[in-house]
Every structure is written in structure tokens, then in C-alpha cells.
């Protein structure tokens, strides 16, 4: 369906609210669901199944539909997607599947990156964490992959939260908001950018092509010439070293 006759579809549901409509609607847009479920299955494995994702991704769906508004010149599938990741996250939440012994995994890599750091006045490299860890190189990479679920929320929920604002609040609105509600805003931003600042310049690149550019982890591998499993390392690291680089603001890079 072209743009014209999508938009012809959103001022008949405008004004109708038709039921019938809503499905087309639906149906035209159902494959974004797909996509954003596809998005989420490369951090979660075998723990959930994708069709679940899939089907916790049509509430998201359904909700954005009912909330959008076409007259404000905002792009529906960016819109959408925001709702649809949002609505699969909480559902993932709620379940609580993650095992007691990761959350134990993360908690003793955060302790070894501290360490670390405050001996050497740098960051470990993947070797020193491992040693710190009384592990060999392979077994801290396996760790690192079964941890990244725990920061899968991560990067996406601060930018789409900031962009959720932007699309929910006019400019009269943001000139009144309250003074420690901008302070903290800014403070967060602060704290963001010094986080991103941290990074090495692979982990910089893989940051700004996954959560800006929306690359596949399997196309960033292709740019920067490096294996599919390579880029996932550096996304988790850059996602832990990111986020114990926040402090209070931790919580955006965390399940």
C-alpha cells in the first residue's frame, strides 16, 4: 500500500474508528512486529520462543494504533515500533525468567570491572577480566554472552524514551517542566554521553550503527570486516562498560 493510501486508511480511522478499518490497519502494519520480535530473539536465545515475542509484540501494535495521531507529521512505523518493543519487554519482565546463577554471572563481572579499574586506573582487557575471573578467555565470552540478555532493554529504552517526549510533548509543555525534572534530564544526558566516551573505538562504532544507524549485528560485521560473534562481544561490553559507567542512571541499561 502507498503513502497516499495509507494516509487515506488513518483519516477514515480518524474519523470512523471502524472496526474494520483498524483491522486493515493491523494487517498493513503487522510486519513490523516481525521485525522488532526478530530484533529481540538475538539477545534472548532459546529462553523464549519467537512467536511469543511475536505475539506480545500485536498488543504494542494494537495500542500505537489506538494512540496515534497522523496529523503530527510523525512517522507511524517508528512510532509503532517504540509500542510494540515496549509492550514485548514488559511482557518479558513479568515472567522473571532469568535465572538466579546469570544474574550471579553479571554481578561477578561488574565486581571484576571495578577491581580492575581502580588497580590498573584503566579498564581490564578481556584477558585480565578473564584471569580476574579465574577463567580462561573462551568461558569470559561465553559469560558475556549469556549475560547480554540482562542489558537487552540497554540504549534503546533511553532513546526511545526521549523520543516518546518529543512526540507526546509540545513545545509548551517542555517549557513547563519542572526544574528538577530538567535537571535530571540533564544530568542523564551528561552521564550518557560520558558512558559512550568510555568506549573503545570499535565498541563507539558498533554503539552508533546498531542504536542510531539500525544496522543488523550481521551488517555491522560485514562493514567492519570483523566475525558476527566478534560484534556481538564488543555490543555486550560496550553495553556493561556503559553501564557501570552510569551510576544512578544504571537502571536504562538493565531488565
Same mark, same amino acid.
Given at each position: 500500500?502507498?503513502?497516499?493510501?495509507?494516509?487515506?486508511?488513518?483519516?477514515?480511522?480518524?474519523?470512523?474508528?471502524?472496526?474494520?478499518?483498524?483491522?486493515?490497519?493491523?494487517?498493513?502494519?503487522?510486519?513490523?512486529?516481525?521485525?522488532?520480535?526478530?530484533?529481540?530473539?538475538?539477545?534472548?536465545?532459546?529462553?523464549?520462543?519467537?512467536?511469543?515475542?511475536?505475539?506480545?509484540?500485536?498488543?504494542?501494535?494494537?495500542?500505537?494504533?489506538?494512540?496515534?495521531?497522523?496529523?503530527?507529521?510523525?512517522?507511524?512505523?517508528?512510532?509503532?515500533?517504540?509500542?510494540?518493543?515496549?509492550?514485548?519487554?514488559?511482557?518479558?519482565?513479568?515472567?522473571?525468567?532469568?535465572?538466579?546463577? =546469570?544474574?550471579? %554471572?553479571? #554481578? *561477578?563481572?561488574?565486581?571484576?570491572? &571495578?577491581?580492575? $579499574?581502580?588497580? @590498573?586506573?584503566?579498564?581490564?582487557?578481556?584477558?585480565?577480566?578473564?584471569?580476574?575471573?579465574?577463567?580462561?578467555?573462551?568461558?569470559?565470552?561465553?559469560?558475556?554472552?549469556?549475560?547480554?540478555?540482562?542489558?537487552?532493554?540497554?540504549?534503546?529504552?533511553?532513546?526511545?524514551?526521549?523520543?516518546?517526549?518529543?512526540?507526546?510533548?509540545?513545545?509548551?509543555?517542555?517549557?513547563?517542566?519542572?526544574?528538577?525534572?530538567?535537571?535530571?534530564?540533564?544530568?542523564?544526558?551528561?552521564?550518557?554521553?560520558?558512558?559512550?566516551?568510555? =568506549?573503545?573505538? %570499535?565498541? #563507539? *562504532?558498533?554503539?552508533?550503527?546498531? &542504536?542510531?544507524? $539500525?544496522?543488523? @549485528?550481521?551488517?555491522?560485521?560485514?562493514?567492519?570486516?570483523?566475525?558476527?560473534?566478534?560484534?556481538?562481544?564488543?555490543?555486550?561490553?560496550?553495553?556493561?562498560?556503559?553501564?557501570?559507567?552510569?551510576?544512578?542512571?544504571?537502571?536504562?541499561?538493565?531488565?
Amino acid at each position: 500500500m502507498d503513502d497516499v493510501n495509507k494516509n487515506n486508511l488513518w483519516e477514515l480511522y480518524k474519523k470512523t474508528k471502524s472496526k474494520e478499518i483498524k483491522d486493515q490497519l493491523i494487517i498493513e502494519y503487522a510486519p513490523l512486529i516481525k521485525f522488532v520480535a526478530g530484533r529481540l530473539s538475538m539477545y534472548l536465545g532459546n529462553n523464549v520462543e519467537y512467536e511469543d515475542l511475536v505475539g506480545y509484540g500485536v498488543f504494542g501494535l494494537i495500542d500505537a494504533i489506538d494512540k496515534f495521531d497522523y496529523l503530527k507529521g510523525v512517522k507511524f512505523e517508528t512510532y509503532a515500533s517504540l509500542r510494540i518493543r515496549g509492550s514485548i519487554i514488559d511482557q518479558i519482565r513479568k515472567m522473571d525468567w532469568i535465572p538466579r546463577s =546469570l544474574r550471579q %554471572k553479571q #554481578k *561477578k563481572i561488574d565486581e571484576a570491572f &571495578y577491581t580492575l $579499574e581502580n588497580k @590498573l586506573g584503566r579498564q581490564g582487557t578481556d584477558e585480565e577480566m578473564a584471569e580476574a575471573l579465574e577463567l580462561s578467555v573462551d568461558q569470559y565470552h561465553d559469560w558475556l554472552g549469556k549475560t547480554k540478555m540482562l542489558n537487552m532493554v540497554s540504549l534503546d529504552e533511553f532513546i526511545e524514551q526521549g523520543y516518546e517526549s518529543n512526540i507526546t510533548s509540545s513545545k509548551k509543555d517542555l517549557h513547563y517542566d519542572q526544574p528538577d525534572k530538567i535537571i535530571q534530564k540533564e544530568e542523564l544526558q551528561k552521564a550518557l554521553k560520558e558512558s559512550i566516551e568510555g =568506549l573503545t573505538e %570499535k565498541e #563507539k *562504532k558498533v554503539v552508533v550503527l546498531y &542504536y542510531f544507524e $539500525e544496522l543488523t @549485528l550481521k551488517e555491522i560485521s560485514y562493514i567492519l570486516e570483523v566475525s558476527e560473534s566478534r560484534i556481538s562481544q564488543l555490543h555486550t561490553k560496550a553495553l556493561q562498560k556503559m553501564r557501570l559507567k552510569l551510576g544512578e542512571f544504571s537502571d536504562i541499561i538493565m531488565l
